[in-house]
Antibody
Framework: EVQLVESGGGLVQPGGSLRLSCAAS????????MTWVRQAPGKGLEWVSA????????YYADSVKGRFTISRDNSKNTLFLQMNSLRPEDTAVYYC????????????WGQGTLVSVSS | QSVLTQPPSASGTPGQRVTMSCSGG????????VNWYQQLPGTAPKLLIS???QRPSGVPDRFSGSKSGTSASLAISGLQSEDEADYYC???????????FGGGTKLTVL
């Protein structure tokens, strides 16, 4: 059974940092690109970042470029999102998701982890 | 303001057929496939339509997707109460070099 389990969310002050993790199981992690999608309270989905199967190719939304870094540890089947210089508008539930293939969408999602940026 | 435009709401009665639209541009829907997601209240999104018109395993054939030019649509036939959810379209955008989502359509089953 495919499982994605996020962790690392919490309350942080503006300007602070957090590192999210997404533990994957039930599939060959090294065969899939992975992505982070977030959802602010009461709002729609926003794509944040994506990473190729080997970690060599990364993509970022303009809203997080230069502040967030996506990475993966294929030996531990884990995806990461390092978030620096956090802003109140980064407050959201962060989901990790598996990319089914180019153009085929995200077929498995985690349950999400809440990040709150507030003083 | 989302790059892909969806109507904020839609509604129908049980058994009815409803459609919802997703409008984009040449750099996203016009040149890439569209995926649709269903998000039930309090849950993570679920992939509903892949590659513009394909249903992943387990998705009922009541759901169908289509794409024409820079627009896409999702149709639900035989509407059921459990279809009440938010629906999002998404596509890769060649200009932004990333995925763009629509703002979502909230479906109410009357």
């Amino acid at each position: 059974e495919v499982q994605l389990v996020e962790s690392g969310g919490g309350l942080v002050q503006p300007g602070g940092s957090l590192r999210l993790s997404c533990a994957a199981s039930g599939f060959t992690f090294t065969s899939y690109a992975m992505t982070w999608v977030r959802q602010a309270p009461g709002k729609g989905l926003e794509w944040v970042s994506a990473l190729g199967p080997t970690g060599g190719t990364t993509y970022y939304a303009d809203s997080v470029k230069g502040r967030f870094t996506i990475s993966r540890d294929n030996s531990k089947n884990t995806l990461f999102l390092q978030m620096n210089s956090l802003r109140p508008e980064d407050t959201a539930v962060y989901y990790c998701a598996r990319n089914r293939g180019y153009g085929y969408g995200y077929d498995y999602w985690g349950q999400g982890t809440l990040v709150s940026v507030s003083s | 303001q989302s790059v892909l435009t969806q109507p904020p709401s839609a509604s129908g009665t049980p058994g009815q057929r409803v459609t919802m639209s997703c409008s984009g541009g040449s750099s996203n829907i016009g040149s890439n496939t569209v995926n649709w997601y269903q998000q039930l209240p309090g849950t993570a999104p679920k992939l509903l339509i892949s590659n513009s018109n394909q249903r992943p395993s387990g998705v009922p054939d009541r759901f169908s997707g289509s794409k024409s030019g820079t627009s896409a649509s999702l149709a639900i036939s035989g509407l059921q109460s459990e279809d009440e959810a938010d629906y999002y379209c998404a596509a890769w955008d060649d200009s932004l070099n990333g995925v763009v989502f629509g703002g979502g359509t909230k479906l109410t089953v009357l």
